[in-house]
């Protein structure tokens, strides 16, 4: 059944829903407001929410080349603030999410996972385990997260992780860290309404052809061993993750057994 879209009134903006908006959105609310004989009483309470997801500010419209100013750093001008005299304009810009440290519980849902990781590319290059424990919290919030470390040559192995990580439309990030890459895969969790559960997939076949997932300190191929002695890095390096908050175990685990990741 598709879902309704709820029409969102200043009364019933909350810091979460709130970044579901536009500026045009918050200035159409804005304007609506103004005619509410309670918008006076209530206003300082209306702007701590927008200002959760927007920056807003008095624009003087009587000094000259103010408004241009505003405009020029990406502010959308609306009609007048709350004000008989009529010399201020309501400048709204959206709060950008460029790095890590913005994103937060209310923000992290309005965002794709292609944003998201866009995002931690910016964190210096670091990769998943440079992030602090906070931010990896906020994040698999919402979103299913999984990590490998490979040889290059590995990393798009025909049947390997990332070929199925891909084909499961999650969105990836390739660090170099080398001779070695780090692939980031990401993911949004559905979107569960209260009362609702989400349905479980059902189990897919594993193909004969298909290669399991190596596990954790399992790299055994001497081979390729003596290929890339001298490129080796530390154990942890060579690894693959799956990550997920303690409330979302239940969905990891469907994650898990859909590609055969074990447990030991």
């Known amino acids: 059944m598709a879902k309704t879209k ?3 009134t200043l009364k019933t903006l909350t810091k979460g829903n709130v970044w579901e908006l536009a500026e045009n959105d918050v200035i159409r609310l804005w304007q609506a407001g ?9 206003e300082a309470h209306y702007r701590n929410i927008i200002t959760t997801a927007f920056e807003l500010d008095k624009v003087m419209t009587g000094v000259p080349g103010v408004v241009k100013k505003f405009k020029d750093r990406g502010f959308k001008i609306g009609q007048s603030w709350i004000d008989e005299t009529r010399k201020y304009k309501l400048g709204v810009k959206k709060r950008p999410i460029v790095r890590v440290s913005d994103l937060t519980y209310q ?25 602090s424990q906070s931010i990896k919290d906020i994040i698999l919030t919402n979103f299913f997260i999984s990590t490998t470390t490979l040889p290059k ?14 084909k499961d439309h999650y969105a990836v ?5 080398g001779a070695w890459v780090e692939a980031i895969f990401a993911k949004a969790k559905p979107v569960i309404e209260k009362g609702e559960m989400p349905e479980e997939p059902e189990p897919k076949p594993m193909d004969d052809t298909e290669e399991e997932l190596v596990p954790e300190n399992d790299y055994t191929d001497t081979e390729e061993d003596d290929e890339y002695d001298d490129e080796r890095l530390t ?13 979302d175990l239940s969905l990891a ?9 074990d447990d030991e």
């Open 6 to 8: 709820r029409t969102l």
């Open 34 to 42: 103004l005619k509410d004989p309670e918008f006076r009483e209530n």
């Open 107 to 131: 923000n992290i849902r309005h965002i794709t996972a292609a944003k998201l990781l866009e995002v931690i590319d910016r964190n210096f290059g670091g990769g998943w385990e440079s992030l």
């Open 153 to 166: 040559e590995r990393l798009k192995k025909a049947g390997g992780m990332y070929e199925k990580m891909v």
């Open 173 to 177: 990030l390739e660090i170099e860290k």
């Open 235 to 247: 154990e942890e390096s060579y690894r693959t993750t799956i990550e997920t908050s303690e409330e």
């Open 253 to 261: 685990d469907q994650v898990a057994d859909e590609y055969d990741v």
